[in-house]
């Protein structure tokens, strides 16, 4: 297994001076932490107004099914919290946040072919942990050496906003395409 210490080649290989020092970049920033937290973001965001709707219509879900189904990606999160805090110190920052993603990206495929209820919520469960992983690689990657700490501040308000907007967006642009697609 790869050890922690390989993340910091992970940075140094996108940005390095000439003496060896980390340059620090708002680029990699974006690349990393910024626009993955958009997208992952703003998905989770633009299910909210039709999933609810969808698992009703096709699976005659009651309210409080329709509650679970939409907890389960928080639960999945909540539950894959601390153990992704020990994957990440094994194998270290890349490594999570990799398979966070593809985590992600499984469970998302997973729940568009559901076929009932059991597998969507397992699907939005797994999708749940691989946020839990991408997250705290994340949290990591923002707390590193890499972003100085003159930065960091800045560099972590700017995340919390790109969430938040995300977040925000996400709802109203999935109304907006279900009113319209539908």
């Known amino acids: ?102 985590i992600m990206a499984a469970s998302g495929i997973v729940q568009y072919i559901a076929n009932g209820v059991a597998l969507l919520t397992a699907g939005r469960l797994v999708s749940g942990m691989g946020f839990a992983s991408w997250a705290v690689s994340r949290q990591s990657f923002m707390a590193s050496d890499w972003l100085p700490s003159n930065k960091r501040g800045r560099a972590t308000s700017w995340l919390g906003g790109v969430a938040r907007w995300s977040m925000a967006l996400g709802p109203l642009v999935g109304g907006l395409i279900a009113h319209y697609i539908s």
């Not at 990393?32 to 609810?52: D, E, K, R």
């Not at 999945?76 to 999570?96: C, D, Y």
């Open 1 to 102: 297994p790869l050890s922690p210490a390989s993340d910091s080649v992970f940075v140094q290989q996108i940005s390095v001076e000439p003496t060896g020092g980390v340059v620090f970049s708002w680029l990699l920033l974006i690349s990393v932490a910024y626009a993955p937290t958009f997208t992952s973001t703003m998905g989770q965001g633009m299910i909210i107004p039709t999933l609810p709707i969808y698992t009703r219509e096709y699976f005659q879900c009651s309210d409080a099914l329709v509650g679970l189904i939409m907890a389960s990606r928080g639960i999945g999160e909540m539950i894959f919290n601390i153990p992704a805090g020990l994957l990440h110190a094994r194998v270290g920052i890349k490594n999570t946040m990799l398979l966070g993603f593809i």
